[in-house]
């Protein structure tokens, strides 16, 4: 009788380990909304160029501040303090199970750029700056001083200097600016120096040139990038974000996301 008694209370701890074996749970697919989709083609072609075909993706152009509800956002972390260029933001999902959070695959990016509550995304016209030899940073033209000058219709129109944009390199022999469709020219220290960046009208001037410079040169337009050739770094970019008020164009993000669709994050 003792050895039945023993062999009941066996099977019973047995069957208590099996079934706790069986029981866990499978963990719930998460599911995320790429950020892509929040930024439609024709709002930015909007406030680029209007007369652009529709197809025309200046995306790009544009640094993309996430700001949540409460009005915070990776701007004020001192792991962050920066926007993300387009090829960043793309990369990065909304994940509304999980406090409406946006995330990122890459682990290099900060923490900080997980927002909670994620509400909108504002973007600011930038220029990729570069040395031939040095790394490459972007230059948020709203936050550089603006000057009234004339533009090409003989109208008085906001602008910045091109010298403004690369500030911080001294003795260089050259400077190249590339386009958004990858067209690209090349200045001299003089002409960078004399020259202007109409902010809304999206082309050069160069006020004591101009009459020397073929059409391309002078009026060249969309600045996407500039890369510096010789010289020296002596200052670091040191403009920093333009204001939000500066923004050229605020997105809500949808509470409600049927129209768009997800994607199971696998690596969440």
């Known amino acids: 009788m003792k050895h039945f008694f023993i062999a009941l209370v066996a099977l019973a701890l047995l069957s208590i380990t099996a079934c706790s074996e069986d029981s866990n749970p499978t963990a719930p697919a ?33 640094a993309y501040q ?43 990016l900060p923490g900080a750029f997980r927002v909670k509550n994620a509400h909108e995304i504002r973007l600011y016209r930038h220029v990729r700056v570069q040395h031939n030899d040095g790394e490459a940073y972007h230059v948020q033209l709203g936050a550089l001083p603006v000057e009234v000058v004339e533009n090409w219709n003989a109208a008085c129109e906001m602008s910045v200097r091109l010298s403004d944009i690369i500030l911080g390199y001294e003795g260089y022999d050259s400077v190249t600016l590339v386009s958004e469709d990858g ?22 001037t160069f006020p004591t040139f101009n009459d020397d410079m073929s059409g391309g040169q002078k009026r060249f337009k969309k600045i996407a990038s500039i890369t510096i050739h010789g010289g020296t770094e002596v200052q670091h970019e040191a403009w920093g974000n333009a204001a939000e008020e500066e923004a050229d164009l605020t997105i809500t993000l949808p509470t409600y996301l049927d129209a768009y669709d997800s994607t199971e994050l696998t690596d969440y």
Do not use: C, M
């Not at 929040?38 to 197809?55: K, M, Q």
């Not at 020219?185 to 109409?198: A, M």
């Open 30 to 62: 998460i599911y995320g909304y790429s950020l892509e989709q929040f930024v439609p083609l024709n709002d930015v072609i909007a406030i680029t160029d209007y007369e652009a075909d529709a197809d025309s993706d200046f995306r790009d152009l544009y």
């Open 66 to 108: 996430i700001i949540a509800d409460d009005g915070w956002s990776p701007r004020n972390s001192s792991t962050a303090g920066y926007d993300l260029s387009w090829d960043q933001l793309r990369s990065g999902y909304l994940v509304p199970d999980d406090q409406h959070k946006t995330w990122f695959p890459d682990p290099l």
């Open 183 to 204: 067209y690209s020219q090349s200045y001299t220290p003089e002409q960078i120096e004399d020259g202007f960046y109409h902010l809304e009208t999206e082309v050069t």
